[in-house]
């Protein structure tokens, strides 16, 4: 193996399958531009630290998802027209990249931020018990100043390494439990509904109590299979459009 050039590459898991994450990552994080060639299978290798081949089964992986095209004689693109959707099955919802892909600006602001004990349906999802602490935080996500998403998530204080403020609050998930918790998430499980808003969320969404919306009740669990947040999400979708892209093998 070539000698690595950063920290990148950890052992734990299989070096393919980092690689894959790295990549994969860079593509929905907008680190290579949609009408530019990605980098050579001799770059990425050699910027990584990995054999050529380490790199042909990741973009392989890629090219069958549809997140990359590959061109005779030209070289490799980013699958513009499905990255334009605003979710993919099997991804975490970005809301903001969900609303920036909807053609409006997305904003967030955090509303609350608290410490309690958890509710019983709390401590069944997280696999917490009754005496322990959690972090409960709300935010309100707008497109171009019109709210249009609540998001309620609870974290068990334990796995938070540093003292938060309510200033913390406007980041995406996943960012936030890498730079506040050291982790990151693998899976989640989401069920939705469709529901009437109780009087608190059509007071911030600026709904009556007629208009339903789509609720997201999700568990996201880290790389050791953990439970590590439990979100309610109510989404207006008369605002804005949930398009998902389904893959197919």
């Known amino acids: 193996m070539k000698n690595q050039k950063n920290n990148l590459i950890n052992r734990p898991k299989p070096i393919s399958e980092q690689v894959l994450s790295i990549i994969r ?41 549809m997140m990359i095209t590959r061109r005779q004689g030209d070289g490799t693109y980013i699958n ?15 809301f903001n990249r969900h609303i920036e892909a909807s053609g409006y600006i997305p904003s967030v602001k955090a509303i609350y931020l608290n410490h309690k004990n958890p509710t019983p349906q709390e401590c069944e999802a997280l696999k917490i018990d009754p005496d322990s602490t959690i972090l409960n935080i709300g935010r309100l996500f707008f497109a171009d100043k019109y709210p249009v998403i609540l998001s309620h998530n609870t974290i068990p204080e334990i796995i938070l390494n540093t003292k938060l403020t309510i200033a913390d609050l406007n ?36 709904i009556d109590a007629h208009t339903p919306v789509m609720r997201f009740s999700e568990v996201f669990y880290s790389e050791d299979d953990q439970p590590v947040v439990y979100a309610t999400n109510y989404y207006n979708d008369k605002k804005i459009r949930l398009l998902v892209a389904r893959l197919f093998n």
């Open 25 to 65: 990552k860079r593509i929905y994080d907008g680190h290579y531009k949609h009408d530019k060639r990605m980098p050579s299978e001799n770059e990425l290798a050699q910027e990584l630290g990995v054999s050529r081949s380490t790199i042909r089964i990741a973009l392989t992986t890629l090219e069958t998802e």
């Open 80 to 94: 513009e027209r499905l990255l334009n959707t605003t979710n993919n099955l099997g991804k975490i919802l970005d």
């Open 171 to 206: 980041q995406s998930l996943p960012y936030f439990f890498r730079q506040y918790c050291n982790l990151e998430f693998t899976y989640g499980i989401t069920e939705l509904q469709s529901v009437l808003p109780d009087t608190e969320t059509q007071k911030l969404l600026e």
